[in-house]
């Protein structure tokens, strides 16, 4: 299906090699827009008919033209890796859910007013909707494209596409080698697993109940990037970390939206090399709910951020590498507060030996043993060699595979072509029946906090071995 604006822009969605489809059509080069969560689908932008007809002739989905700079948002949708057990009583054709979404629009202008402090035509448009693959493109009004996850049913993720097209750049060789050469020093470090070990499971029990608001003192309902406790829980984190003797800044990276939350760990001598962990600190729900608790997605991954970096306290470790622990924002709308982050990086030409994210750590179906999932499609594979290496030394615990339930802020660090892999709860697809749910809490079966101290000792390993350490015996702080 083909649309037609004025001021013609197509959006080329294909399933092709990205690397290969711009060797082929190097005029597609400087309009990579970025790759849809499964890692399946790639997306390049271009006004240029000529190169339009060139990238269609070579096995592409149909090019979508839109009218480049007006105030409408194109949005990706695609189903998430879900486990049909979990999906069994949710019926949900991506028909139905279309049509769902045609009766919120057009929302009221005011609305629209309050949100943009700008007048903004209201509409929405089907620009391609394909049942068997289960995805869509769609355009519409900025206001209803920024909430348009809410009024999803959960196994629906939503994708904003960038406004401006990011590099596609792969990771270069002498980055490949220095994880190679990381990789081939992994032995076990006896006092590695003793920092490792010390990671507190009660102090996680702790923060996450803060975070979920289930801890009667917190007034966080919601971690969604609009709502008012994501902005709480965004200054709690900085207060947190910066405890922990690092230094944190709220990032703000769109209007509107929650800020990331940026701590670092200077380096013990003159290096610019660096070494990134990190989770996402925003949540959803879905049709409509406005409670997202978040207790697995993300709140798993960022407590055991917060339980990196209180060890990192107690135990007086100093590095030999910058270290940054991050917690993005608006990672469920299309990985904005990453995607924004990992582009300023690149600008700046960072040096980044490699970054992991930790997104949902908490669940398992009751039978199954704990484990680990780590990415199928995107990631540089060196890294992820190396977490799994890190994983059978340190959390033997843990059974480590593949999970196609990919992406999360990991993407956009890959799509800038920084070394990065994702920790995952799971070696299979999403079994947590509160996966994007207001039911999302810590207290609740098959939220299993044993397994989320072993998958952060293995991102903690990662770091300690990726960034070489000192320890401070005489440290005790208090945190
Ligand atoms: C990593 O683990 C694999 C599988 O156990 C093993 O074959 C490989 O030698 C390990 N690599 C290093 C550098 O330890
Ligand atoms: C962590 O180490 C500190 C001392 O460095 C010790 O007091 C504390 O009990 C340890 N905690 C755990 C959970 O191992
Ligand atoms: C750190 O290293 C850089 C590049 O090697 C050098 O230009 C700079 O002066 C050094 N800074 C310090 C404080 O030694
Ligand atoms: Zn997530």
Known sequence: MVATFLGAFSLLVTQADPFLLHEKTPCLGVGYYGSSYSGKYHFFGTSDNACVDLATSSSLMQPVTV????????????????????????????????????????????????????????????????????????????????????????????????????SLIPVSSPAIGRVQEILSHVKFDPSIAGIVNNISLPQMQNDIRFLTG????????????????????????????????????????????????????????????????????DSRGSFGSTRAPGGDDDGSGTIALLAIARTIARKGITFKKNVQLVAFAGEEQGLLGSRAYARQLRAADADLVLMVQADMLGYHKAGEPAQLGLP???????????????????????????????????????????????????????????????????DREGYDFEQIKSIAKVQFATLLHAAGFDLDDKAHHES
């Not at 007034?219 to 902005?231: A, E, N």
């Not at 090399?273 to 989770?279: D, G, M, N, Y």
């Not at 990919?406 to 890959?414: I, P, R």
Request: some cysteine; glycine content about 6%; charged content about 20%.
């Open 376 to 442: 199928e499609t995107i990631g540089t594979l060196e890294v992820t060699q190396l977490v799994a290496n890190l994983s059978a030394i340190y959390s033997p615990e843990l059974k480590v595979g593949f999970t196609p339930a990919c992406c999360s802020d990991h993407q956009s660090f890959h799509e800038q072509g920084f070394p990065a892999t994702q920790v995952f709860e799971r070696a299979g697809p999403i079994v947590d029946p509160m996966y994007h749910n207001s039911g999302d809490l810590s």
């Open 67 to 166: 009218h480049a700079g007006d105030s409408s948002q194109l949005v990706w949708l695609e189903k998430a890796a879900v486990d049909p057990s979990v999906i069994s009583g949710e019926s949900f054709s991506l028909d139905l859910l279309i049509q769902n979404l045609q009766a919120l629009s057009p929302r009221p202008l005011e609305e629209q007013q309050q949100v943009l402090g700008a007048i903004e035509e209201p509409f929405f448009e089907v620009l391609n909707a394909d049942d068997i693959s289960n995805t869509a493109l769609l355009r519409m009004g900025r206001t209803m494209a920024l909430s348009i996850d809410t009024h999803l049913p959960p196994v629906y993720r939503s994708m904003l596409i960038p406004s401006t097209p990011m």
């Open 214 to 281: 289930e801890d009667p003192k917190s007034s966080i309902v919601s971690r969604h990037s609009f709502s008012d406790g994501v902005l709480v829980a965004a200054q709690w984190l900085k207060d947190r970390f910066e405890e922990t003797g690092a230094e944190c800044a709220l990032e703000p990276f769109l209007s509107g939206f929650a800020p990331n939350v940026i701590c670092e760990y200077s380096a013990t001598i003159n290096t610019t090399e660096t070494v990134l962990l990190s989770a996402h600190y």
